[in-house]
């Protein structure tokens, strides 16, 4: 990691800042497929605590890990969504989830499901917000498996 320590040269520093930046790999393209949401229809015919407003949603971890996951609806405003999770660090792992139900719970949609063959479980808490919610990948209970990520940076887009 480079860090580059400012003097009153305000304007060299911000290229040095934006040299080493670039040098370093550093990205700000998120690794999801459709991290808008394009072609949603955002047509506003539903309350944003309704589930059937929900079309897309994209998280990435904002913690230690560099967890993201996917969120699609399996037809328009159904309240059914299929779902792509993916970490490298600390524990790598991807997994896709083909019938993930998505809750309101008065502050946060939950979205749950598990693998077809039933062996994992998905859990994604959020309001579309950044810094909040948390993901998890788990066999029985939170905690217990590979993947445990918050807070989250997310984007909800809506029918």
């Known amino acids: 990691?480079?860090?580059?320590?400012?003097?009153?040269?305000?304007?060299?520093?911000?290229?040095?800042?934006?040299?080493?930046?670039?040098?370093?790999?550093?990205?700000?393209?998120?690794?999801?497929?459709?991290?808008?949401?394009?072609?949603?229809?955002?047509?506003?015919?539903?309350?944003?605590?309704?589930?059937?407003?929900?079309?897309?949603?994209c998280c990435e971890s904002a913690g230690s890990s560099d967890a993201w996951t996917e969120v699609s609806q399996t037809d328009i405003a159904s309240a059914q969504f299929t779902a792509f999770a993916s970490?490298?660090?600390?524990?790598?792992?991807?997994?896709?989830f083909s019938m993930i139900g998505a809750t309101w719970n008065g502050s946060y949609f939950s979205f749950d499901g598990q693998t077809l063959d039933g062996v994992l479980n998905y859990h994604l808490l959020t309001r579309g917000r950044n810094d909040e919610g948390n993901l998890q990948l788990f066999y029985f209970?939170?905690?217990?498996?590979?993947?445990?990520?918050?807070?989250?940076n997310c984007t909800i887009a809506r029918n």
């Open 1 to 57: 990691m480079t860090i580059v320590r400012c003097t009153p040269q305000l304007a060299l520093c911000a290229a040095a800042a934006f040299l080493a930046a670039s040098l370093c790999g550093c990205s700000s393209k998120s690794p999801c497929q459709n991290p808008t949401g394009d072609g949603c229809g955002r047509t506003g015919a539903y309350t944003d605590d309704d589930p059937h407003s929900v079309c897309h949603v």
């Open 87 to 96: 970490q490298g660090h600390p524990v790598p792992g991807t997994a896709s």
């Open 141 to 152: 209970n939170p905690g217990d498996c590979c993947v445990s990520a918050a807070p989250l």
